[in-house]
């Protein structure tokens, strides 16, 4: 899961404001690896690619690793690629784009990739989804299902605090009751939990009741945002029970935490995750190479044949269900209306995108998610690139063209800023105009997130049903489109509801048919993650419905 919209009340600034506070941070073009190594750690914005003919000896020569090093401080240990030795202050340093100043400390507000990197660090969930995609138990040691599905005893696993404190059913009870006190997100995505009715049973043992029958309640905890925390947490000290330990946070810049031997699970072999953010996955490759960084996480594909190049270094990748989807703006128009809605899905050439953007390194999605949820639709045609159909479409609606439409971005993904530019491109035949406004990822999710007309969203990593609670349903808490169906929310009501499961598979497939037929978003691909590593480091996983690179499991990893 991706997109969220953290501040929810009556934006504070209007689109053309955040656009004039994201030229101000953006940076006028230039290329030349020194000025990608120069703005690395700035927050500013590039397009340029290195090369397809530049070999490594010449990538690597440019002295980036010098040039960040000046800049940040960091060391220069496993310069070269070798990565640190295991003991004495073994650091396993990862790379990502990118983090941001929005990223939370508090997992139950976590709304970026950011806040995400450091919830898995930190906390853990109660379930999870597993290297199948399918959900798993993770905090929890069981979860058991009462006479009907609206009561369920969770069983929890030997765990400790960071504090070394026993995690209990107590400090469950309490997170919960936190969510909807403070009405966090989970309180409006898990609104059927009747929290003053949940209760310790013992110290390891807690009941949920639920306001009604919801056979997929184990799953909807697997959300990074329901990370437990403990009794009287401090969000500006934040404790878990998670692999690492808080250590230090340079927002938008860099992370670090410790191993935590204590851990239930995989303890890391590690003794330091350092996550270092870079604005594009240029200057993240050319850290890689330089033996700044032991790993490049979710790495851009027109960068893979550069890596595969170079010796002592190798590509982990797999297909996911993460997905970069176009959301467009039932509020505003002309996205109020279906038919340029149903235009607009036509103008997207998706075969294209996926050779030209993503180097063939993705999957066609068909404008709904979850592929790994074994409730996912497959009996609906393909949706195809007609051009000639979306223009007489608009043009018998009364349409003027070109129709004009405004479209937000940011380097959300490696791949945003292209799969934005070629839909402008590929629009254009179908009679849109498409006006593309790129923006920092801080702009782009400050005050005016959620009044975009059309915009890019990274979004998936969930199941059907927690996808729908947290974007498309009536009350969903990042419902970015502002789209409102009844009958999809009746449909949604009695499917979490119903224990047969070939009749909640049938209702799954009526609401995946409205989203197909008349929702507002449209999910060209699901993104293969690409890891870029060093062949020092292994223990690599698939994780294809858990967001980010192995679904952020670094404890995972390890380095010889």
């Not at 997929?216 to 437990?228: D, K, V």
Request: some cysteine; aromatic content about 10%.
């Amino acid at each position: 899961m991706s997109d969220r919209l953290e501040n929810k009340e009556k934006p504070k600034c209007s689109i053309q404001e955040a656009e004039e506070q994201g030229s101000k941070q953006s940076m006028n073009g230039g290329n030349g690896l020194s000025a990608l190594c120069d703005s690395a750690f700035k927050g500013e914005q590039h397009n340029d690619m290195p090369p397809s003919h530049m070999s490594r000896r010449a990538f690597v020569g440019l002295g980036a690793a010098a040039a960040l090093a000046a800049m940040t401080g960091l060391s220069l240990a496993g310069c070269g690629g070798s990565g640190p030795a295991k003991g004495n202050g073994t650091v396993l340093r990862v790379g990502v784009v990118s983090l941001s100043d929005a990223d939370a400390l508090d997992p139950a507000k976590a709304s970026t990739p950011g806040g995400y990197i450091f919830a898995n660090q930190v906390f853990d969930t109660l379930t999870e989804f597993d290297t199948t995609g399918a959900w798993a138990v993770r905090l929890a040691e069981s979860i058991k299902q009462g006479e009907t599905a609206d009561t369920w005893t969770i069983v929890l696993k030997d765990a400790k605090w960071h504090n070394d404190k026993p995690v209990t059913a107590q400090d469950v009870v309490y997170t919960v009751k936190r969510w909807f006190d403070e009405k966090l997100p989970p309180a409006e995505s898990l609104s059927y939990i009747k929290a003053d009715a949940i209760k310790a049973l013992d110290e390891k043992t807690v009941e949920f009741k639920l306001s009604q029958e919801v056979v997929m309640f184990p799953e909807a905890l697997a959300s990074p945002l329901c990370g437990i925390v403990p009794q009287g947490f401090d969000p500006k000290n934040p404790v878990g029970s998670g692999p690492f330990l808080y250590d230090t946070v340079d927002a938008g810049v860099q992370m670090t935490f410790k191993a935590f031997d204590g851990y239930w699970g995989t303890v890391a072999q590690a003794e330091e995750l350092m996550i270092t953010s870079f604005t594009d996955t240029n200057a993240e490759a050319n850290a890689l190479l330089a033996g700044q960084i032991d790993v490049a996480a979710n790495f851009d594909s027109t960068l893979v044949s550069l890596i595969e190049g170079a010796e002592g270094y190798e590509i982990f990748d797999y297909p996911t269900s993460g997905a970069l989807s176009w959301a467009m703006n039932c509020e505003k128009k002309p996205f109020d209306d279906p038919i340029v809605r149903s235009a607009l899905r036509l103008a997207v050439n998706r075969q294209e995108i996926i050779d030209n953007v993503y180097g063939g390194f993705a999957t066609l999605g068909n404008d709904y998610w979850s592929p790994y949820d074994p409730n996912y639709t497959k009996g609906l045609a393909q949706r195809s690139y007609d051009p000639a159909k979306a223009k007489k479409m608009l043009e018998d609606t009364g349409y003027t063209l070109p129709l004009k439409i405004e479209l937000w971005g940011a380097p959300n993904q490696p791949t945003s800023d292209r799969q934005n530019e070629i839909l402008v491109e590929q629009a254009k035949a179908a009679g849109f105009e498409v006006e593309f406004h790129k923006v920092d990822m801080a702009t782009f999710y400050g005050d005016a997130y959620g009044t975009y007309p059309l915009s890019l969203s990274y979004w998936g990593y969930l199941s059907v049903f927690d996808q729908a609670a947290m974007t498309i349903t009536k009350d969903a808490p990042y419902n970015s489109t502002h789209w409102t169906d009844r009958e999809y929310d009746g449909l949604y009501t009695e499917a979490v509801g119903t224990t047969d499961a070939a009749k909640r598979k049938e209702l799954v497939k009526q609401m995946q048919t409205i989203e197909y037929e008349r929702g507002s978003y449209i999910v060209p691909l699901f993104m293969n993650t690409l890891v870029a590593h060093s062949a020092k480091v292994g223990g690599f996983k698939p994780y294809p419905n858990t967001d980010g690179a192995i679904g952020y499991n670094f404890n995972l990893l390890t380095i010889s």
